[in-house]
């Protein structure tokens, strides 16, 4: 296990984009079934997958993060009928990018995970949180003049 | 600069034991704009509502985070709380610290650091929140239905029970759609026109119905609540007013020529006639195509015996313009074209017929007086075979992949009504699969079977072929694992059936979404399964996918009620998190449009100061009455000229420096 | 080419001393022979300065932007790659096509002055384009090339000799044509490195930018009134350049908002200062687009949708492409 500068166990920062309707729903019952996860795993509450701009995922790569997921309505789910559609285009482009650019494809991740499946969602990021694990630090978007500062 | 009150709720030990909440909201307080904070066992409870109020009072707070559950569980009650105060509802954020947090962490160090970094991308997000004021918009209180079948009619006398306006538009010149054509129900066998009639003419009588016959919509504009329709009224050359139905023009008619649309081209019409005889309204058409009148100029015998001078040659269309608050699609659908189903020999073999056009053969007002004969030599047959899923469940690129649901019913149907009328005849069923999941269903096609002796054979049919004047079936026995060859008289084609043409063009006008069939698609497939995705427009019927006659009641009921909560609200508010365009920012590429699902989006020009230049330009416009605030505009947009109230791209983004510091 | 060149002036001549056009968009000499500079012509006689050969490279459609904003009609050339940019702005509302007419003009490939100069070329004084065969006249004296040899990158790819759009054409019969070659078999070859290759190629790619913003003038597609990366609210970091990270999320992002836009017309790394093959960049979203959607052509038509802007519910996902390693 890859180890940091003091000395503990490299936790990975994870930034998890989730849609209101189903995801974050889903991760509300991980914690309702009292289902564990990594602690670093962060939860952004958007209203659908297709609100998550790549801007975001790259902004959290630059501030530090060490792997970035997805999650939304199961295709055909979608609360607002077609929005995950459209994200999984962009996420399927924009990842297969960031993997052409040298960010290692175990660091995102798309995953759909309805209302119901906390489990899924737990196990998700356990296993997300793994693979980041095994790759250590994400440094390489990293933006190191915006460790403290503001726009 | 915000002042800021973060409030860290207990939830009796559900946070308390795995998050220090005493430490949360120590640590809030060097957020940027905190100036205040506290921690209280339950926060949702009335005491803790109170302890938000105060402090919202005392220390002129401009927002606040509750540090809580799940912002699905309690958001709206602290909007509330906060509007309350005085505050506007849209500057309150939740930080999940319970099922994100202190649910699924053991370690209580390791909860607390969570719970301060959810504190803080809340407090980050609320120092870009800006008060948010939901638009309200009037209702008109009256409806549209567009299509007059038996999902139309439903949905109409429905609203119109309730007290509100109905205006019915139908294309052709009576109501009644398909059903009206049909001539026993299953698996009642009760007549079509026994139970339809009645509705026509109750919906036909009803103080708050209109009827638009003869009629399309032309073009709509407006939104949920305010839609503006054109209605074109076709030139009918009968004045309605007028007329009183005598039926002298039909009779007395010179050109009998044309193909009957209502008996399914099987029998011959005058050209000035009405479809049918329960046909409402009843006021004669005239068919401008084989009117000799209007061909040759010569002619006039209608208007010579038109003791009511209702005969009106120069009569033109007209266009009616109408608001309306809801539109409900009942466009129904058709049987499918079998012009690429050489196999079966329909355009070549007048003996092999669709299903409809057997229903058409077996009514007593039908062309046959419903007598079964052969529209070949007018000779009753003694053997007829049925041919299941014609162009349904096929895998071939001119049939449909869906199963047309109501095929395998009908053909029990007309099976039992000929073996009934006439017990000498053989009838022969090839099948797929028999699908009867309804009430009554299983036991109606077992009677076909166990007391009719209706043969059915599971197999699909190879070929048709003429041979003196009968007709070769070749097929494939399944079960038996053997080819059949059945030498029948007659042949009856269960095509499948598929949206109507004009449901296209409707689509496009109302900018309620398809699928690949051309079926309208629900805002939702469970849940919202009679509204289209864009707000105030209903569906009724088989235009959203294939259905039979109680479904279609059923759902044209749903629909209306729907129509209902819509026209019994005076005013409706928005949701104020709602997509809005910075327009010197905007580029006018139209790129959001085309992902709007709700089609909220269109483009206009508007003078736009950039810079000190005043130019005028295409800019994008967002409805805030239809958009539902999905965002995926945002994304798409490259100039970032869209952005999300409630959940702009400066908030998201807040919200990943703070969990990222 | 010289014969292009030609019918461009007779006809441009005639167009605008007819008033069907009240100018027209050409290039004229630049400072060097080999950099024509693109140039509006409102007279007969300054059409004596229209030039047209192996290095008019640069693409007009995008100067349309603004000129069609202006009263009148603007005579336009483009050469068969440049009718994609223009359907492409015309399909996003950003030149009025009423406002143009557009003479399709023949193209024989152009010249890559950084080929020539890694051949020893300089002092160019004048060129015969014969064909194939390129004769260069320089202070230094003649050279001669072999055309194909010495083509930009962008040509060596060409999409094709076919005018997407025009409402006449200057194409002389005698034109020459070449063989292409696979324009993303560069982007294979990336792709078959380790991810950390890669991210050094990149690294050593990007870092060398200068943020001019060349590529993002150049760009037919990047026709943003303001971009993002001008607007301090829009919350990407303005202009700075402390490390690589501005440059790397520069590129990125311009990248992802040309996707399923961008017509792959070369003119980014044509125009690029500093020799970053930034269309390897946008060729990789539309390799993978190619893959994914199935084959796609921005401006190819100024209808219809774009791959980022429809779907099909059977799309592939984004976890399966992960898993078999890309497209």
């Known amino acids: ?151 | 600069m915000q002042k800021i009150g973060v409030f860290v709720c207990w939830c009796g030990s559900n946070i308390a034991a795995t998050v220090d909440v005493e430490a949360v909201a120590q640590a809030s307080l060097s957020e940027p704009g905190v100036v205040f904070s506290t921690n209280y066992q339950y926060m949702c409870s009335e005491g803790g509502q109170s302890a938000i109020r105060n402090a919202i009072a005392e220390h002129g707070l401009t927002g606040i985070v509750v540090c809580a559950c799940s912002p699905r569980m309690h958001e709206a009650t602290f909007r509330k709380t906060a509007a309350v105060a005085g505050l506007n509802p849209y500057m309150v954020e939740i930080a999940n610290i319970r099922e994100q947090c202190s649910w699924i962490h053991r370690d209580k160090e390791e909860g607390t650091k969570k719970a301060i970094i959810l504190a803080r991308a809340a407090v980050a997000k609320l120092n870009r929140n800006v008060p948010l004021i939901a638009g309200e918009s009037q209702v008109i209180k009256r409806a549209l239905v567009i299509g007059g079948g038996i999902a139309g009619i439903q949905t109409a006398l429905d609203v119109a029970d309730a007290g509100y306006e109905v205006d019915i538009v139908e294309k052709t010149p009576t109501i009644g759609g398909k059903m009206a054509m049909l001539d026993k129900t299953f698996p009642t066998l009760d007549c079509a026109a026994c139970i339809l009639t009645p509705k026509m003419v109750d919906a036909s009588a009803h103080e708050k119905i209109s009827l638009f016959t003869y009629s399309e919509v032309e073009s709509v504009s407006g939104f949920v609540g305010n839609f503006t329709v054109n209605i074109r009224k076709k030139a009918r050359g009968v004045n309605s007013d007028l007329c009183t139905g005598c039926g002298v023009c039909i009779e007395k008619c010179p050109s009998k020529k044309a193909k009957s649309e209502f008996n399914q081209g099987l029998c011959n019409r005058s050209a000035i006639y009405i479809p049918f005889a329960q046909a409402i309204p009843n006021v004669p058409v005239i068919d401008r195509e084989s009117c000799i009148k209007f061909q040759t100029g010569k002619c006039g015998v209608c208007e010579k015996v038109c003791t009511a001078k209702a005969i009106d040659y120069a009569q033109e269309d007209e266009i009616i313009t109408r608001q309306y608050g809801a539109i409900v699609l009942a466009t129904g659908f058709k049987p499918i074209s079998l012009e690429s189903y050489d196999e079966f020999q329909y355009n070549q073999c007048p003996d092999v017929i669709t299903s409809l056009e057997f229903e058409r053969i077996c009514n007593a007002a039908g062309p046959t007086k419903g007598k079964v004969l052969r529209p070949s030599d007018h000779e009753p047959p003694k053997t007829v075979v049925f041919v299941q899923c014609v162009g349904s469940r096929a895998t071939v690129e001119c049939g449909k992949t869906y199963c047309s649901k109501i095929c395998c019913m009908y053909t029990a149907k007309h099976a039992m009504l000929l073996r009934e009328k006439y017990p000498d005849t053989e009838v022969y069923v090839f099948y797929i699969d028999v699908r009867t999941p309804g009430k009554s269903f299983d036991e109606f096609y077992r009677r076909a079977v166990e007391e009719y002796g209706v043969h059915y054979i599971k197999g699909m049919v190879g070929k048709v072929a003429e041979e003196d004047g009968r007709l070769i079936v070749q097929g494939s026995d399944l079960i038996a694992d053997k080819q059949v060859i059945i030498e029948a008289d007659m042949v009856v084609l269960a095509a499948a059936i598929e949206p109507d043409p004009t449901a296209r063009s409707l689509g496009t006008m109302f900018t309620a979404s398809m699928d690949t069939n051309d079926f309208f698609t629900e805002a939702h497939p469970k849940l919202r399964p009679v509204e289209s995705p864009t707000a105030g427009i209903y569906l009724s019927g088989l235009c959203q996918g294939p259905k039979d006659i109680p479904d279609t009641v059923a759902q044209a009921g749903a629909a209306a009620s729907k129509v209902i909560g819509l026209l019994s609200k005076d005013k409706l508010v928005g949701n104020p998190c709602v997509a809005a365009c910075n327009e010197p920012l905007c580029n006018g590429c139209s790129t959001c449009e085309l992902v709007c699902p709700y089609g909220a989006i269109t483009y206009e020009e508007h003078l736009v100061v950039d810079h000190g230049v005043r130019e005028t330009r295409r800019v994008s416009c967002v409805n805030e009455a239809i958009c539902q605030g999905c965002g995926a505009c945002t994304v798409t947009c490259p100039s970032g000229a869209m952005d999300l109230k409630g959940f702009t791209n400066l908030q998201i983004m807040a919200e990943v420096d703070a969990i990222c510091r | 080419m010289r014969r292009v060149r030609d019918m461009m002036r007779s006809r441009a001549g005639e167009l605008l001393k007819d008033g069907a056009v009240t100018r027209v968009l050409g290039w004229k000499s630049g400072e060097f022979y080999y950099d024509p500079t693109p140039s509006f012509f409102d007279t007969e006689e300054s059409l004596d300065e229209l030039v047209y050969n192996g290095f008019s490279a640069a693409m007009l459609s995008k100067y349309l932007i603004e000129a069609t904003k202006k009263e009148g009609r603007v005579l336009v050339f483009l050469k068969p790659c440049d009718t994609y940019s223009f359907n492409h702005l015309l399909k996003e509302h950003k030149v009025d096509r009423e406002k143009t007419y557009v003479i399709g003009v023949g193209c024989g490939g152009m010249l890559d002055i950084e080929k020539l100069r890694a051949l020893g070329v300089k002092g160019i004084e004048s060129m015969e384009e014969l064909g194939e065969n390129l004769v260069i006249h320089t202070l230094y004296g003649d050279k001669k090339f072999a055309r194909g040899d010495v083509l930009l990158e962008k040509c060596a790819t060409c999409k094709g000799l076919e005018h997407k759009a025009s409402d006449e054409l200057a194409v002389p019969d005698e034109l020459w044509e070449w063989e292409t070659s696979d324009r993303f078999a560069r982007v294979s070859e990336l792709e078959g490195m380790t991810s950390g290759e890669r991210f050094a190629f990149w690294r050593g790619e990007l870092s060398r930018c200068i943020r001019c913003n060349a590529c993002r003038n150049a760009c037919p597609v990047c026709s943003c009134n303001k971009c993002v990366f001008d607007n301090p609210r829009s919350g990407v970091i303005a202009k700075a350049n402390a490390d690589t990270f501005e440059e790397n999320m520069f590129h990125i992002i311009r990248a992802f908002h040309v996707a399923g836009r961008c017509t792959d017309c070369g003119e980014c790394s044509r125009v690029c200062p500093q020799n970053i093959p930034l269309h390897l960049l946008n060729r990789k979203f539309i390799k993978d687009i190619n893959a994914f959607y199935g084959e796609y052509q921005s401006g190819e038509s100024v209808d219809g949708k774009s791959p980022l802007t429809e779907f099909r519910t059977g799309d592939v996902e984004p976890g399966i492409v992960h898993e078999r390693g890309g497209a």
Request: with cysteine.
């Open chain 1, 1 to 151: 296990m890859p180890i940091n500068e003091e000395g503990a166990a490299f936790k990975p920062l994870i930034v998890a984009f989730c849609c209101n309707w189903c995801s974050y729903a889903g991760a509300d019952l991980a914690g309702s079934s009292r289902l564990n996860y990594p602690v670093n795993v962060k939860v952004i509450r958007v209203p659908c997958s297709c609100r998550v701009n790549p801007l975001f995922i790259l902004r959290a790569f630059q501030r530090g993060a060490d792997g970035v997921i997805m999650c939304g309505c199961h295709p055909g789910d979608c609360h607002y009928t077609s929005g995950n559609y459209f994200a999984r285009r962009r996420m399927a482009l924009l990842f297969s990018m960031l993997d052409y650019l040298g960010i290692e494809r175990g660091r995102t991740r798309v995953e759909w995970v309805s209302a119901a499946e906390g489990a899924k969602f737990a196990n998700t990021m356990n296993q997300f949180a793994e693979t980041i694990s095994a790759l250590g630090e994400c440094r390489r978007l990293e933006d190191i003049r915006c460790v403290e500062s503001e726009i």
